[in-house]
C-alpha cells in the first residue's frame, strides 16, 4: 500500500517535472550591471525603476523568448565591472549587457566584450569615444560633448557674449568644458573664466566668488549629482546670481527627481539635457504617471530611469533581430545601426558609428503650484556630437 | 584696488566661518584623542548623526533651526554616552590597530545607517529665511547664515576655553590630559571624566554638523568626508592642545578658502602643502610650546 502510493506520487512528480519542462518557455538572459550600494546607489534605483516600467509597457517577452536580466552590483569600481561582466557571460550565458553607469566601467568592460563577442549597452555613461574601446558598444546615454554645444548655442541664442566656465575637473567635465568653449568662441563670444574644480571641494563659495568677479552673462556648471551639485548651486543661489545672469548646468546636477534637494535659490538655473521629465509626449507622460504611482511623487523620470528604458529597447531590438536564429553578437549590432524610434527622451537614431543623435532641452527651474520643475523652454533637435 | 580689498574680505570671512565650523568639529577629536589616547576615527559619524538630527527635527518636526541644532547635539552627547560605555571602554588600553578598526567599523555602521534611514541621496538641510539673506558689509556682501556661524561658534569656543582655563572641571581635565595616572591618584574620578569628555566632544561634533550642514552638505559618506580635514586640524593642533585647534582650523579655513578663490584648480593641493610645510617646521603642533624634555 505504502509503496504503491509512493510509486505513484514519484510519477506524479517525475510527469509534473516532463510536462513543466516542456511547456516552460525559452529563455534569454540580460546582464544588467549598475550601481546598486556606494556612492552611485541612486542611480541604480532608477535603472530598476526605468526597467520596471519598460516591462510594464512591453511585456518581457522578445520574439517569443522570455527576457530573463540578472542585475550585478558594480559599486562604482570598474574593476569589479569587469570581472562581473565576465562571469555574466561565462556563467550565465547573458546574450547582451546593459547598465554600467560609469564611463570606467565602459572603458573596462570593454575588452571584455571584444573578446566575448557580447554586445554591451551603457545607460547614462557620458564620455566620448566610447565607442572607439569595442566593436560592441551600443551609446543608450549620450556624448556629454553635445551637451555642452547645446548649452552654448542656448547662451548665444539669449543673447549672451561673455562666458564663464565651472565644471569638476574630471573627464566628463572637462568634456563638456571643451565642447561648451569651442561651440562659444566659434559663435562669436568670449570666455572671461574657466574653473576646473577639485572634486574633493566641499565649500563652493569661494567659486561663486570668482564667478561674480569676473561679471560674465552666462556661466556653464558641470558638477556631479548630489552633494557636489547642491552644494556648487547654492552657492551660487547665495551669492545672488541665478536671478542675474543665465547659469546653465550641462551635467544632470538638478533634474526634477532631484529638485527636493535644493531650497528656493535655484528657482531661475538653466539646463540642457537629452531628456526631461516634463516633456509632452504620451509615451513620457505614461512614464512620469507610472513611476510617480508605483515608487512616490520623487521618482521622477531622470536621465538614469530613462536611459534604463530607452536601452532596453535597443536591447530588445538586438534580440528581436536575432529571432530564430543563433545569436550572433556582429548580426545582433549591425542591426541597430540605423534605428529610428521613439525614445523616451523623444526621436533618437542610432548612428553608424554606435553614437546616438538625439534632441537636446533647455529647461528652467521654476515654482509650478508652488513646486520647483524644470520647466521646457526650448527643444534643440537632432543634436550629433 | 575695491576688487582686491573685497578679495581679501572674502577670504578672511568665509574662510572664518568655514574655519570655526571645522574647528567645532575637532575641538571635540582633539580633546578625546588627546585625554583618552583613542584614535576616534568615528568623530565624524557623530558630527553626521548630529546634522542628520537636527535637519530632521526641522523637516519633520519644524522645530526652528537654532533649537533644532541645540536638541540634537544634546541627544548625540547622551547617546555617545552609551557607545563610549558599550565600545570604547575596551579601547582605552587596547593598542593603535585595534582602536582604528574598531572605530572606522563604527563609521561603516553608521554610513549603513543612515543610508538605511535617509537614502543614498543629499539630505538636504533648508536655512531658515532670516539667515539666508545676504547683508553687504560695505566691501564684500556675505550671506548672514556664515556671520550666525561665526558668532555662535565664538561663543562656545569661549565659553570652552572659560570652562578649560577657569574652572576645577577643566583642571581636571587638563591635569587627565597631561598624567593620567597621577591624576587618578590625587583623587580625580577619570573614568567619570572620560565619559563626560567623550559626550562634550561628541555633542561638539554634531554641533558642528548640525550647525554646519547648510555649508557641509549631509550625506551618508559624510563621516570620511570630512574626516580629513578634521584630522589634519588634529595633526596640525597637537595632542590634546585644545587652544590651538581654533587657530589651525581657522588657517586651514583660509588656506582652503583662498586656495579656492586664487589658485582654484590647484586647491585641492593647498590644504596638504600646508600639512606637509607644517609637519616639517613644527611636528608637535603649530601653536604648541616646546618642553624641556
Known sequence: MTRALREAAWTLVLSGMLTSGSIAQETIKVGIIGEFTGSFATSGESYRQGIDAYFAKNGDVVAGKKLELIYRDAAGKPGDAARLAEELVVNEGVKVIGGLTLSSEVAAVAPVMTDAKTPFTSFSAAAPGLAAKSPYFVRAGQDVRASGQAAARSALKNGKRHAYTAVSDYVAGQQAEEAFTAEFKAGGGEIVGQDRIPLSTVDYAPYAERIANANPDVVQIFVPTGAPAVSMLQAIGARGLMKKIMVIGTGAEAEDNDLHLFNDSIDGYYSVMYMTAQLDTPLNKWFREYLVGKFGAEALPNPHSVGAYDGMTIIARMIESQAGKQFDADAAVASVLGYSFEGLRGPMKINDDRELTQNYYLRQVQKVDGRLENVLLETFPNIKP | ?293
Open chain 2, 1 to 293: 584696488m575695491l576688487g582686491e580689498m573685497s578679495s581679501i574680505a572674502f577670504i578672511i570671512l568665509y574662510g572664518v566661518s568655514y574655519g570655526l565650523v571645522l574647528a567645532l568639529i575637532a575641538i571635540g577629536l582633539v580633546v578625546t584623542m588627546g585625554l583618552m589616547r583613542v584614535t576616534n576615527l568615528a568623530h565624524g559619524a557623530f558630527a553626521a548623526i548630529g546634522g542628520y538630527l537636527s535637519t530632521g527635527l526641522m523637516v519633520k518636526g519644524g522645530m526652528p533651526f537654532p533649537l533644532a541644532v541645540l536638541a540634537a547635539s544634546l541627544v548625540v552627547a547622551l547617546f555617545s554616552i552609551a557607545v563610549e560605555r558599550a565600545f570604547y571602554v575596551y579601547l582605552y588600553t587596547a593598542p593603535e590597530l585595534e582602536q582604528v578598526l574598531l572605530t572606522i567599523g563604527l563609521d561603516f555602521i553608521a554610513i549603513g545607517a543612515l543610508t538605511f534611514f535617509y537614502g543614498p541621496n543629499v539630505y538636504p538641510t533648508p536655512l531658515p529665511f532670516y539667515l539666508a539673506a545676504n547683508v553687504d558689509l560695505g566691501i564684500q556682501s556675505i550671506q548672514l547664515y556664515r556671520l550666525a556661524v561665526v558668532a555662535v561658534s565664538l561663543l562656545i569656543i569661549a565659553a570652552l576655553w572659560y570652562m578649560f582655563d577657569r574652572t576645577t572641571l577643566g583642571a581636571q581635565i587638563r591635569a587627565a590630559v597631561d598624567n593620567r595616572t597621577m591624576a587618578q591618584s590625587t583623587g580625580i574620578n577619570v573614568s567619570r571624566l572620560f565619559s563626560l569628555v567623550f559626550a562634550l566632544g561628541s555633542g561638539l561634533a554634531a554641533l558642528g554638523g548640525a550647525l554646519g550642514a547648510p555649508m557641509l552638505p549631509l550625506e551618508p559618506l559624510y563621516p570620511f568626508k570630512y574626516l580629513i580635514l578634521v584630522l589634519i586640524v588634529v595633526a596640525l593642533s597637537g595632542f590634546g592642545n585644545v587652544k590651538s585647534v581654533v587657530g589651525v582650523a581657522l588657517l586651514v579655513g583660509i588656506v582652503e578658502t583662498a586656495g579656492r578663490l586664487l589658485f582654484p584648480s590647484l586647491s585641492g593641493f593647498m590644504i596638504y602643502l600646508l600639512l606637509i610645510v607644517l609637519m616639517i617646521w613644527r611636528r608637535d603642533g603649530l601653536f604648541v610650546t616646546r618642553r624641556a624634555q
